[in-house]
């Protein structure tokens, strides 16, 4: 899942070459910005149908 995100540019990953390897992963907030602004009606829709589920009413 991490590495589909970075390839849609929505996180950074970073290795670090040690022993055990590590990892970063990172937001891109510009990315991600763009990405919720673009998607922003399926997002309210989502939102909806997780509060209805709960039983809120959301805010």
Known sequence: M??????DRLVS?????TIPPR?????TVD???RWAIANRPAIVVAQQG???RLGEGGS
């Not at 991490?2 to 390839?7: D, F, I």
């Not at 990953?13 to 070459?17: F, L, Q, Y």
């Open 23 to 27: 990892v970063d992963y990172a937001l």
């Open 31 to 33: 990315d991600l910005a």
């Open 2 to 7: 991490l590495r589909r995100l970075e390839r």
């Open 50 to 52: 997780y509060d209805a």
């Open 13 to 17: 990953r970073t290795v670090t070459p």
